[in-house]
């Protein structure tokens, strides 16, 4: 009985720090929230958004266990609207990224770790809840394409669209008659 009885207790003790973590990570991620959204620096703000984003998987991987999906589901979302946020706010204010890529390459580097995380969990998670996040992680796609677009392709080059055929020349003729006059 009275293994039961510590047994027991240790299981009751154990759920209360998980709780007490749980309550204390919602804080520290709503704080950190708190900071990026007063950020007026659009670099620090992508700086920022390392950390956070780092905690928004936490927690998305802490609701994840917990078989709370649609939770999940909104702080992938929030990530998606925070990378959003902070890519806007660099092209307005750093328009150039491959002579100024601070900030940039933080992001992007970030933003495909994002889409790593997201991969992840629309592979566990059941069917009926996989549209939403396969939205987010198409969004995600779409904004590291437009930073690598950014950071790597000069704005005086353009994509290499399909090539016109060269002209033909006599050289590139076989010598001697065409076959049907042979």
């Known amino acids: 009985m009275m293994v039961r ?3 027991c207790g240790m299981w009751l003790g154990a759920a209360m720090m998980c709780c007490v973590a749980g309550a204390a990570a919602v804080d520290k991620l709503g704080e950190m929230q708190a900071r990026f959204d007063h950020e007026k620096n659009p670099v620090r703000r992508a700086k920022l958004l390392e950390k ?3 905690a928004e998987f936490d927690e998305a ?3 994840f266990k917990a078989n709370d999906l649609s939770t999940v589901g909104m702080v992938l979302e929030k990530y998606r609207d925070n990378v959003r946020l902070a890519l806007e706010g660099l092209k307005k204010k750093r328009t150039d990224a491959q002579k100024d890529s601070n900030g940039y390459r ?6 495909r770790r994002g889409i790593r995380e997201a991969d992840e969990i629309i592979l566990r998670v059941p069917e009926e809840y996989q549209p939403p996040l396969q939205i ?3 969004d995600l796609d779409v904004m590291d394409r437009e930073l690598i677009h950014m950071l790597f392709l ?3 080059e ?7 055929p060269e002209a033909t020349t ?4 076989p010598a001697g008659p065409p076959e049907d006059q042979r």
């Open 154 to 156: 000069h704005r005086d």
């Open 170 to 173: 006599s050289s590139q003729h």
């Open 61 to 63: 991987r802490r609701a």
């Open 136 to 138: 987010v992680r198409r």
């Open 106 to 111: 933080q992001l992007e580097i970030h933003v």
């Open 5 to 7: 009885r510590v047994s």
């Open 158 to 164: 353009r994509p290499a669209g399909p090539k016109a």
């Open 52 to 54: 956070l984003g780092d």
